[in-house]
């Protein structure tokens, strides 16, 4: 059965107050998202702090409810379904295993709650939970220890057991491997990868880190102040990144490559601010090659095959905005 | 490159033993020239931010330090007297930590907080030392100095007090910069800024710079001299280009290999990885640390572990001869 993922004009904006007696103002931290993810594949969402990404993934996961707009999955909207069936159709995994179980609980209750929650207990959850510990590659012996007894490697594979427990068809990663080392990143970003072929998962992979996110996904959608500013196959957008944001968070990546010094990828140093989304193109106080017509033109959504881009410059062939992205001289002598 | 200059900062054979349980530093050797960027890179647990710490004299008293040399301009840190010390750091040694947020104090301006380092180290008066913090401010970027002297940092964003932080290391003009992970808890975009900043000051002030991190494309890109630490051991240490052309401790090989490259990885094919996890540093640890975790691994790597050089200025602490890595490259 396919379990498509459909967000349909999704918004969400947050009151927030400035002190006790203060204005209170609106922060759109998600403005008119629109995706359809197919099942089985993978949707990464990449994006700075603020930018709305973790809003979206708890739209998605039903823990928050949009301002507007509908999540459908399989057709059915995401909000009329029953906690319970929710939990047996989505999943999370979230960046911090060592705030997300609970330090007091054994692995064991840890992994077996979610089917305590939909009523299955003794031996067939036992077995479901070693079934699963097995299956993320941890030793039977883990199971009766406490969340501190383990490595954030091991703790990240417990989070994982659990989110699989019950056998969803989709899962929310909430960047899962941004508190780990890079080898045990590594390690997690196989075995992800490993069970989404072997279940045919459905994954929403959110993620700051553009290389993480190539390894794992099939689509990649670059959010910025709350609108997907460009959304492509993976392949596309790591070959010819046409937003000029996308280019600036590609050329920020720091690869292992001595000599090539720091890239200043010209973005100036204002922070973009989620209550104070500027008119025109949101991306242009900091993109490099605005033109007057960004100050006060709103892009729309440009098509160029499979990619959507929205920028007022884009061209036609998709291929790219002119003016490439400056690459500091080499530092190292 | 830049032999000829003395080093600034020289250590030798750096232990740290906390109680009788861990031995986090376990004879660590490097130094740092004027102008120079020296790089520790290892992951969590291998001893590099403890190092940093013990090189300044930061640890709590439960730690236990020996070195055989720990000079720093000449001046030798062992058995220095606390007051000597407190004077140095701040002044000529300066350190930036990972997480601004924590390293601020919330209860003080951002103006009050640099002008104290110079008002303390330098006997300057109040409106001196804000003059000073203001024309460091602007240097290190920030627009509007005289608006941000008056702000507290919960309003100010991560990058912002990052470079708050760097400006305050540098109010006294120091000779050397020890960098703990500064751009860690940083959005990509926000890295790469503050650390062209580092560099473009680097250049100008010919600051020394011991940068900690575990994050081999920033190393790559700033780094002169690379040391990668594994549980509490330097395990091989080189010049940049000679270390990322010719890797050859298996532990810095899988470091590298974990790194995910955008447009180079494939999908659909497993990133390279280590396996395992970091062995306990309990004390009475023998023989090569790595070995439970290395592909290469004999029975003799359970005792003592020669070291090897791969070029004259390219030690390295493993059994393998330096042709094994260049054998599995051809």
Redesign the interface.
């Known amino acids: 059965m396919s379990a498509d993922i459909v967000l349909h004009d999704i918004t969400r904006v947050f009151e927030i107050r400035a002190g006790a007696f203060g204005d209170s103002r609106l922060l759109r931290a998600v403005d008119g998202v629109s995706v359809t993810i197919p099942a089985g594949t993978c949707l990464g969402i990449v994006g700075?702090?603020g930018c709305g990404k973790s809003t979206l993934a708890r739209i998605i996961l039903g823990l928050l409810p949009p301002s507007s707009g509908d999540v459908m999955v399989d057709g059915k909207r995401l909000l009329d379904m029953d906690r319970r069936a929710r939990a047996r159709l989505i999943q999370p995994v979230f960046q911090d295993p060592y705030s997300s179980l609970n330090p007091r609980r054994r692995v064991r209750d840890i992994v077996g709650l979610p089917l305590t929650a939909q009523g299955i207990g003794g031996r067939g959850r036992a077995d479901r939970v070693d079934e699963m510990l097995a299956r993320v590659g941890l030793p039977g012996t883990i199971a009766d220890r406490f969340p501190a007894q383990l490595?954030?490697?091991?703790r990240q594979r417990v989070a994982i057991a659990r989110a699989l427990v019950l056998r969803p068809r989709i899962v929310v990663c909430d960047e899962p491997t941004s508190a780990l080392?890079?080898?045990?990143?590594?390690?997690i970003?196989?075995l992800l990868?490993?069970l989404q072929r072997d279940l045919g998962l459905t994954y929403v992979f959110v993620s700051?880190?553009?290389?993480?996110v190539?390894?794992?996904c099939?689509e990649v959608a670059v959010m910025y102040l709350g609108r997907f500013v460009e959304h492509a196959a993976?392949d596309d957008l790591?070959?010819a990144p046409t937003h000029p944001y996308t280019r600036?968070?590609?050329?920020?990546?720091?690869?292992?490559?001595?000599?090539?010094?720091?890239?200043?990828?010209g973005?100036g140093?204002?922070?973009p601010n989620p209550a104070n989304i500027p008119p025109g193109c949101r991306f242009h106080p900091r993109c490099p090659i605005a033109e007057p017509a960004c100050r006060t033109t709103t892009p729309d959504s440009r098509r160029f095959g499979s990619r959507t881009v929205e920028c007022l410059l884009a061209d036609e062939a998709g291929a790219g905005v002119a003016g490439p992205i400056a690459v500091?001289a080499t530092?190292?002598? | 490159?830049r032999d000829d200059v003395a080093p600034l900062l020289e250590v030798e054979n750096l232990r740290v033993r906390f109680g009788t349980q861990v031995d986090a530093v376990r004879g660590v050797s490097l130094t740092v020239r004027k102008g120079e960027t020296h790089c520790l890179v290892g992951?969590?647990g291998c001893g590099k931010s403890v190092s940093a710490l013990a090189i300044m004299g930061l640890l709590t008293r439960s730690a236990a330090r020996t070195a055989d040399t720990l000079r720093f301009g000449g001046e030798n840190l062992i058995g220095i007297k606390d007051r000597a010390l407190a004077k140095l750091r701040g002044d000529r040694m300066a350190m930036i930590f990972q997480e601004p947020m924590t390293s601020l104090n919330p209860a003080f301006t951002v103006g009050s907080q640099l002008a104290e380092v110079l008002q303390r180290h330098r006997k300057a008066t109040r409106a001196q030392s804000l003059e000073r913090a203001a024309e460091l401010l602007a240097k290190v970027?920030?627009?509007n100095p005289g608006l941000r002297l008056g702000q507290f940092p919960h309003q100010l964003?991560?990058?912002?007090r990052q470079r708050v932080m760097i400006a305050m290391a540098l109010m006294c003009d120091p000779e050397l910069l020890i960098a703990d992970e500064p751009t860690t808890a940083l959005?990509?975009?926000?890295?790469?800024?503050i650390?062209?900043l580092l560099?473009g000051l680097q250049r100008e002030l010919g600051l020394a710079i011991l940068l900690i991190t575990?994050?081999?494309?920033?190393?790559?890109?700033?780094?002169?001299r690379v040391s990668v630490m594994y549980a509490g051991e330097v395990v091989e240490s080189a010049t940049?280009?000679a270390?990322?052309?010719g890797p050859t401790h298996p532990y810095t090989h899988?470091?590298?290999?974990?790194?995910?490259?955008?447009?180079q990885?494939r999908?659909?094919e497993?990133?390279?990885?280590?396996?395992g996890?970091?062995p306990r540093l309990a004390p009475g640890l023998r023989g090569c640390a790595f070995r439970e975790r290395c592909a290469h691994a004999v029975a003799a790597c359970a005792d003592a572990v020669p070291t090897h050089y791969r070029g004259p200025d390219h030690p390295y602490r493993c059994r393998l001869s330096s042709d094994w890595a260049e054998a599995r490259a051809a």
């Open positions: 700075e702090s490595s954030g490697g091991q080392d890079v080898s045990v990143q590594a390690q970003l196989n990868a490993e700051h880190n553009l290389a993480v190539e390894h794992i099939d993976t790591f070959r600036a968070l590609l050329a920020s990546v720091l690869t292992p490559e001595p000599g090539l010094g720091v890239p200043d990828v973005l140093d204002v922070p500091a530092w190292t002598e | 490159m992951e969590s970027g920030i627009s964003s991560g990058g912002l959005d990509v975009t926000v890295q790469a800024q650390l062209r560099l575990h994050d081999l494309g920033v190393v790559a890109r700033v780094a002169h940049a280009p270390l990322f052309a899988g470091l590298l290999a974990c790194v995910p490259v955008p447009g990885v999908r659909g497993p990133l390279g990885s280590i396996p996890t970091v």
